[in-house]
Structure formats: structure tokens, C-alpha cells
């Protein structure tokens, strides 16, 4: 029986290592992250002769509108009437009424594939620009930092979904299916009740959580019905799947022996809750989508399987070590299915972080690429620890001759299983916080070096100094200048070219659109409305993987 499957796993393990490289090989596109606005009509800036009767914003991939999420203001602050409709990859916003002499300022706020918000603003102007702008009453579009409750309940609907349908092909596939081990089996079915309870919990209560972080709002928009319509209909197919997936996995298990077509139902129940998260996420938005949904579908079942299986070998190694040789026969089941399981989690891992970032992650890259790196080197303990199992104490639990030292044995192998579930715990932590943060990211920000006339800032980025200029310092109309120089102080230029945002506490114009007027030097014009404190961000990949960010603050006078 055993050497039948451990075939098949080899089988298995055979045609994963042959035909995922063909899948790496065969679709070479880029991935993306966050979607990216990639041009106006009108220009930002832009002062027009004649009003515009609609304005296009095209992005870099398609998007989801928000319940408010377009605002247009007049040159006095005035809110002004506008028909927002999002197509595919374009927002187009048309004004039923002619819009009036002067500055326009429209805040924008969509949602991109992967399910995060962007934003921005984009001014043009009508005759001539209006020499001072009211800011907007509740203009701010700032992307809000994912809240802790959001990625709480995600980190605890990710291990409760994991452990539970995990425990549920233990007592399926590993347990025997004798009397004695009803007592081992009913601890995991307890044990999977309970953690299918707290998933299902924690993926219901993200719902509304999410759809306050689309918005940007407070707790008061979860009374209008608007934003329950905000989330997309996966979300809400997710979340009911992994709920009643679980409902019904745990419902089949019984303490005792069952039938074998309720077995496969439960296993059944259980693969689709664990692989429905694998609909909604970064995967959504990197390509080939097929492939990668595919290879998250795989990895999370792998998790499930390997999560679930230390911790039923922790539950029921105890009890079952003293009954001759069948603690051993159990980890012997386990650990060689876990050999195909492992091959499958490195796999899809290595497909998802090649996809989603576009490249491996360095300790100088994003957010997203450092914690990546860090889930690798918990797994890579975490799999430590397993080959110490498999190839030191489990051969030495099956050669013990009698039940005292089988009794010792099983002890050991239980404490380092059940570190090994620990440490696979906190990668599990990891991917909750994964799944809501930026694969894009925005590094830490460098210091910055005041110069004595308070427009100009200078910073370093990489080896490249960075000067900027912000004149004047005035509510309204103002003039942007970015230098580069290397270190010998001529022009430099970084891989890309530089990308700056600016922000204030009440108003975020976004990217600011820059034109090249020669090597290294870079200009913009801008409409300040409000005065204030504003921080300018400004990013510039240096290398293929250095993408350092400094922020500069300008006080502007009003």
C-alpha cells in the first residue's frame, strides 16, 4: 500500500518538475502590480481655449470605479456635476453642463486589478489660469495605508482556512481507518471545527473591511448601500465559497469510521475552500492569469496539506504511539506524500514571486520583495526541521522494540513537529500581510537636505543627487524643477525616468507629469490649491532593482 503511493507521489513529483519549467518558458510576459495612469486628455496643466465637454483618463490596465470616487471642483471649490463611467482601462468623465472660465481640479479614485485602490488629481484650466484656487471642501484622494483590522483578518482567515481543510485530509488520508484511532480522530475533527469556525468568521468579517479601504471612508458608509456594491462579485463568491466549503468539509467528518464516499466528499469540500482565495489578490492582475490563479490554487492546497498534516501529527502521535507500529506507519504516510507536496510548494511559490514581481526579490527592493524573502527563509526552516523527521527520528521510531522507547520517540517527534508548525505559522502570518501590500511598494524614504532658499531641496538617491525646486512657494500656479547629477556633478540619468508625487494633508494632486528639457533635468507645472505643509515624493529606479524614494516637504504660503 505504501510503496503504491509513494509511486504515485514520485509520479506526481515527476511530471510537476517536467512540465512547470515548459509553463515558466512558454509565457514570458511581464507581470504588473497596481495600475498605472499613463495619460490624460486634457494634459495636466493644460489651459484650453474652450471647455471640454468630457475627460479621459486611460491607465495601464483595467480598473473598477468607486461609489464616489470622481470629483470635480470648479475654480471657486464649487462641486461640480459629472457623469464618471469606467470602460475597460479608460475613466471618461462627462459634464452634462459646460464648465466654466478658469481652473478645474479633479480627484479621481479607482480600484485596480488586484483589488487595491489608486488616485490622483489632474488640473487643466479653461481661458487662464485661476490665480487662486479654493481648495475642495473633502477633495483628498490619498491611497490610505491598509488597516490593521484588514490585515488581521486576513492573516487569521488565511492560517484558520489552511489548518482546517489541512486537518481535514489528515483524518481522511493518514489516519487509519481502525477503532483504536477514534480517539486520535476526534481530536482532529474538534480541532477542525473549531479552526474552520474562525476562518469562516474572519473572510465574512473582511468583507465590509475591504470595501471602507476601496472607499477610503469611515464606518458610517457601511449604511449606504452603495458600498456593499463597491466590492466586486468575487469577493463576495470567495468568501461565501470558503465559508461553505468549510461548513460542509468539517459537517462530513466524523469521529468514527465513515464511508468512503463521504471521505472524498469532505476532502472535496475542503480543496475548494482552500483553493478559493486564488480568485482574488495580486494573481488577478499578473499574467498569464490562467497560469498563475492555477499555481496559487496549487500552492495554498499544498499549504493546507503540509500545515494540517504537522499539526494532526501533533494531536495524534501521542496516543497513537503506544499501539505498536502505528505512530510510525502514520508519519511514514505523511511524510512521503509531504515529499510531493513540498516539490509543489517550491514550485508554484517560485512561479508566483517570478510573476508578481516581474523578477526575484532583493533585500534592496519593495516592501512585498523583502517579505517574500523572508517566507522563503521561514520555509526553508520549516523544511529543515522535516528532512531532520524523515531521515533521523522517524527510522528510528520504526526500529524502536518496544513501547517504552517508542513512547520517547513519539515525544520527540512531536515537539519538533510541532515547532515545525510554529515556524510554518508565522509564514503563514507573512502571507496574510502579503496578500494587502503593494508589490510595487514604495521603499523607505532617504533623508533630505534643506538648502538655504526653502524652494530647493537636495537628497540622494542611489549615487545620483537629486535637487528640486518648487517656485514659487504660493497657493496656485507654481513651477516644478527636478536636477540630476552624478557624483562628479554632471547630468545622470537612473534606469527610468523619475517619477514625482506630491501630497498635502488635505489634497493629493498624485503623479505629476514630468517633461524632459535636457539630461538630467526635468520640469512641471503644477496647481497648488491649498496651502499648507506639501511633501513631494520622488522615486527613481537606479538600478534594475534599486528603486529608492525621498520625500522633500515645501511650506506653501497662502
Known sequence: MIHRRAGRIQAAVVLILAFVPALLLSFPQPAHAHAHLISTDPAQGAVLQTAPGRVLFTFDEAVRGVPGGVQVF???????AAKPEVKGAELDVVFPAPLGNGTTVITWRVVSTDGHPISGALTFSVGAPTTVVTPPSNGSSAIPEVSWPLTLARVVGYIGLLLATGLVAFAVMFLPAESYADRPRRRVTVSARAAAAVAAGAWLTALPITALYLLGGGAGLLLEGATWSSLPLTEYAVATTVAAGL?????????????????????????????????????????????VIGADALHLLAGSIWLGGITGLVLTLPTLSGRGAAAAEVLTRFSTTAAGVLV???????LLVWRILGSWPTPAGSDYGRLVLAKIAIVLTALAIAAWNRWSLLPRLKQASNTTSRQGLSRRV????????A????????????????PDGDPAPVGAQA????GTHTTTLGDITVQASLTPLARGPSTLTLRLRSASGQPAEGVAPPVIRLTSDTTTLGAVPLTQVSAGFYTAQVMLPVPGTWRMQVSLRVTQF????AELKFVVNG
Not at 344 to 350: E, K, M, P
Open 423 to 438: 515556524v510554518l505559522a508565522v509564514a503563514l502570518l507573512l502571507t496574510g500581510v502579503l496578500v494587502d501590500t503593494s
Open 74 to 80: 470648479g475654480s471657486k471649490g464649487e462641486l461640480v
Open 546 to 549: 534599486a528603486n529608492p524614494v
Open 414 to 421: 512531536v515537539r519538533a513537529t510541532a515547532v515545525e508548525g
Open 247 to 291: 461548513a460542509l468539509a468539517v459537517a462530513l467528518l466524523r469521529h468514527g469510521p465513515t464511508s468512503r464516499r463521504r471521505r472524498l466528499a469532505a476532502v472535496a469540500a475542503a480543496s475548494i475552500a482552500a483553493t478559493a482565495p486564488a480568485l482574488v489578490g495580486h494573481t488577478r492582475a499578473a499574467s498569464p492569469e490562467l497560469l
Open 451 to 454: 538648502e538655504s532658499n526653502p
Open 344 to 350: 509543489a510548494l517550491v514550485a508554484t511559490g517560485s
